[in-house]
């Protein structure tokens, strides 16, 4: 019933610019926070940055300066714009939502970001 979509994901050089957007639908109430994780070849699933119900953004060291997460309540969109990337950045990148008094967690598919030249 609760979908998540990723869109925005492709192929850029280093230094280039991508702007990742994530819209839910369905039956949503209460939306605690959303956010975006990215997970490479190999390693682990990390948070990149997410947004808390109250406005605090959190990101990760490695891409503090460089992406900005942003959010359209209306819409029950996010955003992730990301800048200066690097090859490090590459990986597949899922959008995650949490809701609910007891913080029931929802997962987009993903979008592949890719940084090379």
């Known amino acids: 019933q609760v979908q998540l979509v990723e869109s925005g994901g492709g192929l850029v050089q280093p230094g280039g610019s991508l702007r990742l957007s994530c819209a839910a639908s369905?039956?949503?109430?209460?939306?605690?926070?959303m956010g975006w994780y990215r997970q490479a070849p190999g390693k682990e699933r990390d948070l990149v940055a997410r947004?808390?119900?109250?406005?605090?953004?959190n990101y990760a060291d490695s891409v503090k300066g460089r992406f900005t997460i942003s959010r359209d309540s209306a819409k029950n969109t996010v955003y992730l714009q990301m800048n200066s990337l690097k090859p490090e950045d590459t990986a597949v990148y899922c959008c995650?939502?949490?809701?609910?008094?007891?913080?029931?967690?929802?997962w987009g598919k993903g979008t592949l970001v890719t940084v090379s030249s």
């Open positions: 369905g039956s949503i109430f209460s939306i605690y926070a």
């Open positions: 947004i808390i119900s109250g406005g605090t953004r």
């Open positions: 995650n939502m949490v809701v609910g008094t007891f913080r029931e967690d929802y």
